[in-house]
């Protein structure tokens, strides 16, 4: 079983960057279907980014082109780097991890979560 934690998250402005950080323990992250969630106040849990067991990654449209995910195996940690924040990425954002690769990349279904890390983008 494995247990998530993640950090990075804070206050920016509209156009700023963060870097959110989840690292693994009780097991290999390797093995897993990893993603990022976010749920912002009132609104459902939307899937951001994913790294599919083959390494393939997927994300939301609304974050393409901005948002990368990406895991370092060594470390243990995977990582989503968010750039060209918007107000409307505020939210608390959440890593999950699955052993199922059947599991859809982009739902919340996962096994696995972290507490979350707020993020907040201000205009």
């Known amino acids: 079983q494995v247990q998530l934690q993640e950090s990075g998250g804070g206050s920016v402005q509209s156009g700023g960057s963060l870097t959110l950080s989840c690292v693994a323990s009780g097991d290999t992250y390797s093995r897993y279907l990893v993603g990022w969630f976010r749920q912002a106040p009132g609104k459902e849990r939307e899937g951001v980014a994913a790294?599919?067991?083959?390494?393939?990654?997927k994300y939301a449209d609304s974050v393409k082109g901005r948002f990368t995910i990406s895991q370092d195996n060594a470390k243990n940690t995977l990582y989503l780097q968010m750039n060209s924040l918007q107000p409307e990425d505020t939210a608390m954002y959440y890593c999950?991890?699955?052993?199922?690769?059947?599991?859809?990349?982009?739902?919340?279904?996962?096994?696995?979560w972290g507490q979350g890390t707020q993020v907040t983008v201000s205009s």
């Open positions: 999950a991890a699955d052993r199922d690769w059947r599991t859809p990349a982009l739902i919340d279904e996962y096994n696995y």
């Open positions: 790294i599919e067991t083959d390494g393939s990654t």
